[in-house]
């Protein structure tokens, strides 16, 4: 993807401005664009910085690398995790994160190459629009990985993309979804080739500049209104956040991912 306007670059995530649309590049690719904090922070500010950016009119999210969107968090920022607050204040920043993506008010396209897991599921889900190519893998496999659990904003937005049999699937048999059942199931928009999945993108999101902001502005907000009206306190999930955070089964899960060591999950 080639520059207009001089690119700002945060050590992990990519800024891009060209022909009215804001790239924003998660570019970790040796670790699948796994999250580190300073990258959820960078997300968020670029977010601010651009609500009130009158040359913007869409944004676009994407992968750096070509093999992921987001494969989640970085595991290994988990091994410090202590304390109950700890898991709740990691809960809370992720809300606080893909709520400001969600209520971004100009349009928000998520652009998926290959892995899309947990975070990254997170993330691409509240864009306002999805494309992916055929290497596309959406999931929460949790179940697998961490025996964590998320929070219930996100499985909030889980139920409103995916229904309720195929939250349960995600999040209880850590099942991942690939590109044609994803479109089947309404969780992408559109599915392009891997050579041409840029340009496409570029095409859709530029074309908003031709569209009236007042009217995608309202859209956006008033289809967030109806959204919220099922959404529970952020609190609601602090018993089960705490519970999965706080266990052995955690501690242990993060131990194998840091170290490579063996374990069974013991339910503790």
Known sequence: MSNVNEPSHVESVRFEQRNGVAWIGFNRPQSR???TWEMYDALEKH????????????????????????????????????????????????????????????????LIEGACVGGGAALALVCDFRYAT??????????????NT?????????VDMLGVARTKEALMMARLFGADEALTA?????QFDASTIYADVATLA????????????ASKA??????????????????WVTTCYMSQDFSSAVDKFVNKTPFKWSGH
């Open 33 to 35: 664009n796994a999250m």
């Open 47 to 110: 977010c601010d910085q651009l609500v009130d950016n009158d040359d913007i009119h869409a944004v676009v999210l994407h992968g750096v690398g070509g093999e992921a969107f987001v494969a989640g968090t970085d595991i290994s920022q988990f091994s410090t995790f202590t304390e109950a607050s700890d898991a709740i204040d990691y809960e809370r920043r992720i809300d606080r994160v893909v709520g400001k993506l969600e209520a971004f008010p100009k349009p928000t396209l998520a």
């Open 134 to 147: 055929s290497t596309l893998k959406f999931g929460v496999p949790i179940a697998k990985t961490l025996g």
């Open 150 to 158: 998320l929070s219930i904003n996100n499985v909030s937005r889980m």
């Open 186 to 190: 309404g969780l992408i928009n559109q």
């Open 206 to 217: 530029e074309a908003f500049a031709q569209r009236a902001p007042l009217t995608l502005k």
């Open 222 to 239: 008033l289809i967030g209104r109806a959204l919220e009206q099922r959404r529970l306190p952020a609190d609601a999930s602090d018993d």
